[in-house]
Nanobody, 127 residues
Framework: QVQLVESGGGLVQVGDSLRLSCAAS????????VGWFRQAPGKEREFVAA????????YYSDSVKTRFTVSRDNAKNTVFLQMNSLKPEDTAVYYC????????????????????WGQGTQVTVSS
């Protein structure tokens, strides 16, 4: 069992930055892929970014890939999502999730393949 807790959300202005954190407890976190997803009111859950256990590669949605950076500190059991140049369309509840199964560049974006989820943190970008 892996428990995930997100933090770092808040209300910011257009162009501001935020850093979200996902702290894990339970099993060896370093063996898991961690993904970030978001869900805006009235919209479906959307993949944002993911980082495998060996962080040679990272994965991003097209809408954030030039602005967001995902990183991890396995020693601290924490994954980060640095969000720069925030836009109103980034407003959503952000969730981190963990999975242990193998993946491809396509399936790493599939939320249904993640086994554990945090409770989410609200990010609101005001114009």
């Amino acid at each position: 069992q892996v428990q995930l807790v997100e933090s770092g959300g808040g209300l910011v202005q257009v162009g501001d930055s935020l850093r979200l954190s996902c702290a894990a407890s339970g099993r060896t976190f370093s063996n898991y892929v961690v993904g970030w997803f978001r869900q805006a009111p009235g919209k479906e859950r959307e993949f944002v970014a993911a980082i495998p256990w060996i962080a040679f590669n990272t994965y991003y949605s097209d809408s954030v890939k030039t602005r967001f950076t995902v990183s991890r500190d396995n020693a601290k059991n924490t994954v980060f999502l640095q969000m720069n140049s925030l836009k109103p369309e980034d407003t959503a509840v952000y969730y981190c999730a963990a999975r242990s199964r193998s993946f491809t560049a396509a399936t790493i974006k599939e939320g249904d393949d993640y086994d554990y989820w945090g409770q989410g943190t609200q990010v609101t970008v005001s114009s």
